[in-house]
């Protein structure tokens, strides 16, 4: 078991799926920075693209996302369009240049579109960037699955998905505002299967209302009972003063910080025992599986997704609140669905905010998610290494660090306090925030 180490975990920390993080955007970045990026890239240099849809047919409590209800068919169908378009703009600058290999669809709720749609989208894709044979991910809400998704998934390509369950408990889920029954995500699994779509991530969750050690455990035991090749556990983050609609959720029935310490790490260590492998500081993995062949192989990389084993530095952001990523920049587009059609319609692409990465970001950026992906940092390009020591101190006392040089190792215990570690790297950290969540 680990130890518990309150004083590491009083500071609210990133989750570092970029470097900066969203928190440093301002509107210093626009158009102008999203083509000279696109202007940088090479005719064989390998893009990943992302495609959000912004949409849900029903809205969780709990949920951060930037997303709305699509209960009219008109708002889906102007959203569309402007997908539509924005492809075209990136199409047109890009030029036929680089390949992409990777396309992710997140939201909000992909599968809140009709299937149809969803073909349409791939199509237009594949045919305005030239894509062949790509590696496809979709996130799925399970509430919103049918077979002729899981038909419309295979025909398209898709080879991987993850599906939002966070809890099998009814009284959790009834909790959060997400209810769906075992049967029905038995369901999504057996027909996704049943198309030869066999990888497939479960979003789990601890520290949930009314969520104890046992009803954890009982999740858990159904992920493994239905073989998801990977699990996403997270802790869930309450923020009601930045995300209103958590105010619906019962803050007196939450786990307190050491109960959360424990839940996820009893479900770490049941975890490990059911033959999974941790990927990160909070993924499970299947031996084999794309993600574990990633972090033995040195391939792992973390995104806006997550961990994840698209190994790409360039990554084109698609749709409203869409963050693209590159070497030098990190943009994200207009956040408003209405004025994100609007600058499309106009021809123009709709990056409003972001960060121009300069080489220095780009070296503790480098460090931060060698931390997070393999426990190991070699810091020396920071340079520096006495003064990093000396804030380390506690974490190096308390044996959950070592030195081997300039190389920052951290020992299997310090994977609670892996973003605590890797914050001491992160220029832009100056004082505790609220913006962000707790790392466990």
Request: charged letters at 20%; hydrophobic letters at 40%; one cysteine or more.
């Amino acid at each position: 078991m680990w130890t518990y180490h309150p004083h590491l975990l009083e500071q609210p920390v990133p989750r570092y799926t970029s470097y900066p993080t969203a928190a440093e955007f301002s509107d210093a970045v626009g158009p102008d920075e999203m083509c000279r990026a696109l202007g940088l890239i090479g005719e064989k240099d390998r893009l990943s693209l992302y495609v959000h849809i912004p949409y849900c047919q029903e809205i969780c409590w709990y949920c951060g996302c930037n997303t709305g209800v699509a209960n009219r068919p008109q708002r889906l169908a102007h959203y569309l369009e402007a997908l539509d378009l924005e492809i075209g703009l990136i199409a047109q600058r890009l030029g036929g240049r680089g390949q992409v290999s990777h396309i992710a669809f997140g939201g909000g709720s992909p599968n809140a579109i009709k299937p149809i749609d969803f073909v349409r989208l791939v199509d237009r894709l594949v045919t305005a960037f030239r894509i062949a044979r790509p590696i496809v991910s979709v996130e799925l809400d399970p509430r919103g699955f049918t077979p002729e998704w899981a038909q419309v998934l295979s025909l398209t390509g898709v080879n991987r998905v993850s599906l939002g369950v966070q809890s099998f408990s009814p009284a959790v889920q009834a909790a959060i505002g997400r209810v769906q029954p075992t049967d029905l995500i038995e369901n999504c699994v057996a027909q996704l299967r049943g198309r030869q779509i066999d990888n497939i991530n479960f979003d789990l969750m601890y520290g949930l209302p009314g969520q104890d050690d046992a009803i954890l455990l009982d999740t858990l035991s159904e992920a493994v009972r239905l073989k998801a090749t990977t699990i996403s556990l997270f802790g869930y983050a309450h923020v009601p003063h930045l995300i209103p609609r958590q105010r619906r959720i019962d803050a007196t029935a939450l786990p307190d910080v050491r109960a959360r310490f424990d839940q996820a790490a009893k479900g770490h260590a049941f975890l490990l025992e059911a033959g999974y492998v941790p990927v990160g500081f909070d993924h499970y993995a299947l031996p084999g599986s794309p993600l574990a062949l990633a972090q033995k192989d040195g391939t792992l990389r973390r995104n806006f997704q997550g961990f994840t084993a698209d190994p790409h530095d360039s990554l084109i952001g698609i749709g409203a609140t869409a963050i693209s990523s590159f070497p030098g920049l990190l943009a994200q587009n207009e956040k408003n669905t209405g004025r994100y059609r609007m600058l499309v319609s106009a021809g123009r692409l709709p990056a409003s905010r972001g960060i121009l990465r300069s080489p220095e970001d780009q070296r503790r950026g480098h460090v931060i998610e060698q931390i997070l992906c393999f426990g190991r940092a070699n810091i020396a390009p920071l340079g520096d290494t006495p003064g990093y020591r000396h804030l380390l101190e506690r974490h190096e006392a308390l044996g959950l660090i070592r030195w081997e040089g300039d190389q920052l190792i951290l020992s299997p215990e310090a994977r609670p306090y892996a973003r605590t570690i890797a914050v001491v790297f992160d220029k832009w950290r100056q004082a505790t925030t609220m913006q962000f969540s707790h790392a466990i």
